[in-house]
């Protein structure tokens, strides 16, 4: 069964990292990962209030070949790189172990990782192959994905989160209960039908993305003619 896992890397500690370096406080986005030919170029925004010491920076780092802006929004500019993913072993062990890129963020000192790999002992061997690379690599929550977008939530929105999460915390659930829709409704500063709409939403929405896509993954796998 497919794990995602959240990891947390220095910045200094990859080559992607080297060369996307920052001098001053911001945030990098790494949008996507396309593959053309033998190469996986990286598409990422950068807020203007960094850009001017980060092209430069790029630009001379020697692993790059050229650096395109592709458009801008607002105070972020989106680019795309040119380089060579060869020399990155940490992206490298993403690719080899079938791992697929998520999100990532990079800062200052620090980049933070959304990886899926396609089961547990892909996850485990990754871990092994940053550790024998010397790659410090923290890792922080692990749960198991469900369908395709839902993300780490499991596609329940944060409104239904919160009202959920305070009914069960209120006791809504309790045996006797311990507050009504109402009590809730008075908490949140919403109608008693919302509150009832969220939870049947929120509940239905937890349920579809975890249990019944795991069972469905399960099923799958089992379906899957055995190798003789």
Known sequence: MAVIAHLRIPADSFELGRILEL???????LENMVPLGEKAVPFFSVSDAVRESFEQNVENHPSVE??????RH??????????????DVFLQG?????????????????????????????????????????????V???????RPGTGMWYGVTE???????????????????RMSTQDLADDLGISDQAVTERLRRAIETLTENTL????????????QPQES
């Open 74 to 87: 607002d105070d972020e500019r989106l680019y795309s790189l040119d380089w060579n993913i060869g020399r």
């Open 66 to 71: 050229r650096i395109i802006e592709v458009t």
């Open 23 to 29: 001098e001053e406080t911001g945030t990098i986005e």
């Open 159 to 177: 409104a239904q989160r919160e009202t959920l999460m305070r009914a069960v915390q209120g006791g809504y659930y309790s045996i006797p209960r």
């Open 94 to 138: 993403i690719i080899d172990l079938q791992g697929q890129l998520l999100s990532a963020t990079g800062t200052l000192n620090t980049w933070e990782f959304e990886i899926r790999f396609p089961t547990h002992e892909a996850l485990s061997e990754f871990q092994e192959y940053c550790s024998n690379a010397h790659i410090h690599l923290e």
């Open 140 to 146: 922080g929550r692990i749960y198991n994905p469900v």
């Open 212 to 223: 019944i896509a795991m069972e469905e993954e399960l099923a799958e796998e089992f379906e």
